[in-house]
């Protein structure tokens, strides 16, 4: 008895029925006919090893198992391929054993984030947020903020004029106007939005961009609230470390006027590339409500003082994550927007 040439020819008939099997009782009968234990071939030849030759049963032996392994492999194989093709004859059938498909989850934009952020600042303070029209008129974008007629702002180059008189607001500033007729002091509000001008593109402008004004009203209001306020706003903002630095700036619509930095939260003042190594970094306009606002709108200004101040969101954000190009804000690419998490 040859064995090793029977478990040859065994193996030539097995991968003959094989290839014919087409569903997955054909292969459950194959296996059995092969590799079930009482009455299986296989099993059957296994059987006779302990009668052979000796010097021929350890070769016979290992031969055995190879082809034990080879039919179990090959019995996989095919039940593989046959879900397969069932799957792609029928392409609506589910598979309910496959893990599922995890919905995409949303995020908010860095922008949004922001917002929410210094929306919640002040919210915390008692303010209350107010929303002014994006398309205002010449009026209340620049007249009533005491804007000068001869005003660069107001050249029909940097603004978007879409009539004689109306245009997309330049800053968040004419909603003091607007707040200030809805209202009467006192007043305690904020107002982010969407403002537009006609600059060129650059890595540090975008023709629209985001500010938020705030605006406080009432008797006895001071120059020392508005720093105060500032300094709390800047601490909950960037770190309780961080020193605010008031310098003399004028803005039509406030006298004194001040631009506000605060110690760089970066380097701690020791010079960076974000605070272009002077320590400090500018992040907003303020000052003291300026009396022709109130003439504008009809209050009596005996008695009564305001500050305001207004700060570019898209600016915050870019310092607080260290983003070097605004532009990357409104390309909507998933790779950078999806790093600020939800
Ligand atoms: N409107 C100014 C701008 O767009 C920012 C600003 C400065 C707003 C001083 C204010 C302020 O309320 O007091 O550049």
Redesign the pocket.
């Known amino acids: 008895m040859d064995l090793l040439a029977e478990l040859k020819a065994l193996e030539a008939s097995f991968r003959a029925e094989i290839a014919a099997c087409s569903d997955d009782h054909a292969l459950t009968e194959l296996r059995d006919r092969y590799l079930s234990r009482k009455r299986g071939l296989l099993s059957d030849k296994m059987r006779l090893l302990p009668q052979i030759d000796p010097a021929q049963r350890a070769v016979a032996g290992q031969r055995a198992n190879e082809l034990k392994r080879l039919i179990e492999e090959k019995l996989q194989e095919r039940a593989s391929e046959i879900t397969a093709s069932q799957r792609a004859a029928k392409p609506d059938l589910i598979d309910v054993t496959l893990p599922g498909i995890r919905p995409p989850r949303g995020f908010l934009h860095p922008i949004t984030k922001t917002r929410r952020e210094i929306c919640r600042i002040f919210m915390q303070m008692g303010y209350s947020i107010e929303d002014g029209p994006e398309l205002d008129t010449d009026y209340f974008n620049f007249e009533a903020a005491n804007i000068p007629p001869d005003h660069p702002a107001r050249d029909a180059q940097d603004s978007f004029y879409i009539s004689e008189d109306t245009l997309l607001r330049t800053?968040t500033?004419p909603v003091q106007i607007h707040s200030m007729l809805r209202r009467k002091p006192p007043i305690r509000i904020i107002a982010p939005g969407r403002v537009f001008r006609r600059d060129a593109t650059d890595a540090t402008h975008t023709p629209m961009f985001f500010?938020v004004?705030g605006l406080v009203v009432g008797r006895g209001i001071s120059f020392a609230h508005l720093r105060g306020t500032l300094q709390t706003f800047a601490h909950m903002m960037f770190g309780s470390d961080v020193k605010l630095r008031l310098r003399p700036s004028y803005?039509p619509?406030?006298e004194p006027?001040a631009e506000v930095d605060i110690s760089c939260f970066l380097c701690k003042g020791r010079g960076c590339r974000v605070c272009k190594d002077s320590g400090w970094i500018e992040i907003l306009?303020?000052?003291m409500v300026h009396p022709a606002l109130f003439d504008r709108v009809g209050y009596d200004p005996t008695g009564l003082t305001g500050f305001?101040?207004?700060m570019g969101i898209d600016r915050i954000t870019l310092l607080k994550y260290g983003i070097e190009d605004t532009r990357l804000f409104f390309e909507n690419d998933l790779r950078f927007i999806s790093q600020f998490g939800g």
């Open positions: 800053h500033t500010q004004e803005f619509f406030v006027g306009g303020s000052g305001a101040f207004g």
